[in-house]
């Protein structure tokens, strides 16, 4: 059972309920369908608390163009959108761009700003999609530590 529809600020925050079966230590001779122990009161249900994170998915452009990295996680689709277009800027040639992950060294057209975070990555018109995904508490500080959090 579902009910994702509590707000908690600008996050957006749900329970669910989940039933656990818990079946007694001696199994009798015979084996019993599930509803029947549920039926005699072998069952738990608890409640868990899930935030509902939306996340910036791009390609990098030294590498395979399949290849889609996570860059930032926000709490609304509109905050990842913004965070774009904040770091864009008019195309531009980096000359001196290095080489790629097979080690073959060419110029780069680059969309995002230099030194930003996003300066590596193509433009979310190729190949870019933002997620949405519902976490738990314990899953959402891990990836709050590991990526960029726009409000």
């Not at 608390?49 to 939306?54: A, H, N, R």
């Not at 965070?83 to 110029?107: F, I, M, Q, W």
């Not at 433009?123 to 990526?147: M, P, V």
């Amino acid at each position: 059972m579902h009910d994702r529809k509590m707000y908690s600020g600008k996050m957006r925050v749900g329970t669910r309920r989940e039933v656990y079966l818990q079946k007694p230590r001696c199994y009798p001779r015979f084996r019993l369908a599930d509803s029947s122990y549920m039926r005699m009161g072998f069952m738990e249900t608890r409640t868990i608390t899930q935030y509902c994170v939306y996340g910036l998915l791009l390609n990098d452009m030294r590498g395979c163009y399949e290849n889609q990295h996570l860059v930032a996680l926000a709490s609304s689709r509109e905050a990842l959108i913004d965070y774009l277009r904040t770091n864009s800027v008019k195309p531009y040639c980096d000359e001196n761009g290095g080489a790629d992950d097979y080690g073959n060294p060419h110029s780069y057209h680059k969309v995002f700003a230099k030194g930003s975070p996003l300066e590596w990555y193509n433009e979310f018109e190729h190949n870019g999609k933002i997620i949405d995904e519902w976490l738990t508490e314990e899953q959402f500080a891990d990836l709050q530590s590991r990526y960029t959090f726009i409000g």
